[in-house]
């Protein structure tokens, strides 16, 4: 059984400070990880992907990738109270169709 | 940018209707999905074809069917809707491509309610 593990939260952070977001998988032969933002009562939203280990930036998010521990995080810098939302992690393994695996989300808050 | 447009918004069934789901896409992917949300369960998977009348069962598949007659339209069918489908649905679409940078692209949901 493949899954994806997120601390469900909330993670509340103050505005302006770093928000830091989890994700596990179980699948070693997964490819390429995703992050997507939902916002309440809306459908998830791409925030950014990442395939290789390390870091990969965009504006204020940052993926970061550790194959060998399985565990894939996102930073989210100066955070802003428009970031409250939940961030879903999903997760394409190998041999996968195109279908992606979601973790159940961790909900943040930013407070102003 | 894709646009994934999924026919209703909001949806009220009774109990033992044939219900019928529509998405279209409009960036010529070749694959889309049915997914369902629930508080407390996240996304699970439904149905997902990669091809015109191709389809593969998901997580979830008992109480669903689904039809693929062109690339574009996607549709989810609830032979007998029950309580327990009350949900929201999520329609997404991907190309094939590279493996590594194909995301699934979001309708904007439909939040069936089945009473």
Known sequence: QKEVEQNSGPLSVPEGAIASLNCTYSDRGSQSFFWYRQYSGKSPELIMFIYSNGDKEDGRF????NKASQYVS????D?????????????KYGGSQGNLIFGKGTKLSVKP | DVKVTQSSRYLVKRTGEKVFLECVQDMDHENMFWYRQDPGLGLRL?????????????????????????????????????????SM????????????????????GTRLTVT
């Open chain 1, 62 to 65: 940052t993926a970061q990738l």
């Open chain 2, 89 to 108: 649905y999520l329609c997404a679409s991907s190309f094939v491509g590279s493996s590594y940078n194909s995301p699934l692209h979001f309708g904007n």
């Open chain 1, 74 to 77: 996102l930073l989210i810098r």
């Open chain 1, 79 to 91: 955070s802003q109270p428009s970031d409250s939302a939940t961030y879903l992690c999903a997760v």
């Open chain 2, 46 to 86: 439904i149905y997902f074809s990669y091809d015109v009348k191709m389809k593969e069962k998901g997580d979830i598949p008992e109480g669903y069917s689904v039809s693929r007659e062109k690339k574009e339209r996607f549709s989810l069918i609830l032979e007998s809707a029950s309580t327990n489908q009350t």
